[in-house]
């Protein structure tokens, strides 16, 4: 989930109430897009967008122990990956098995976004140990947690702008957009059926895995 801070009062001797604030950014280049699944010859810049809050209920069975289970909700998640790729005129291109040529006189370009909140409010189930409010006293501890929340299947978008053709000596060429041209429409619907696959490899992918370990301080104040 990326950089997280945490806030948490107790409300009773078993129950924590806890909010949790969640970013982290990312940047990575030349990504080759190669595989097994059709897709070939992509090289894409991409960039990891993290952010997320929401809140939990802790609840410590044995409260001088640090065992806890906790449910909870994301009210907020804008969790996301975004990729892009210019493809340089000439050079080729695989999807659904199918190669194509980008032009050169208006060179394919490619943008992807993996969006990990298709479900933005969502709830969450973690177990964990370390309790933030130490029960015993003391001002430190050491929490970690796991679980999931579950968000809904990725959603994805993929799409293409610029001209493409079918041969590397530039003779048959279309814009993508233009899918009245064979070109244009036969690329479009390798693109469709590429990303449907790709949509079918994400739809087990129902929730999303949370893992944290962190320091924390106990003010005890209450």
Known sequence: MG???????NLQRHLNLRATGNVFNYTVNNISASGSDGTDGFNLNAKV??????????YYPFPTHGLRLSPGVLFYNKNKISANAIQAG???????????????????????????????????????????IPRRGGHWSFPFELGAAFTGTPDLKVNLAGSACL???????????????????DVQSDLNTQVAKWKSDLDPLKVYPIFSFGVAYAFHIR
């Not at 000596?169 to 429409?185: F, R, W």
């Open 3 to 9: 950089v997280n801070l945490q806030v948490a009062t």
């Open 49 to 58: 967008n993290m952010a997320a809050a929401g809140a939990s209920l802790d």
């Open 90 to 132: 000439g050079d080729s291109f695989t999807l659904n098995d199918n190669t194509y040529y980008s032009a050169t006189a208006n060179p394919l370009n490619v943008t992807a976004n993996l969006g990990l909140n298709t479900h933005q409010q969502a709830f969450t189930s973690t177990i964990g140990w370390g309790n933030m």
């Open 167 to 185: 041969d590397q000596a530039q003779t048959e060429c279309s814009d993508v957009s233009n899918t009245k041209n064979a070109v244009g429409a």
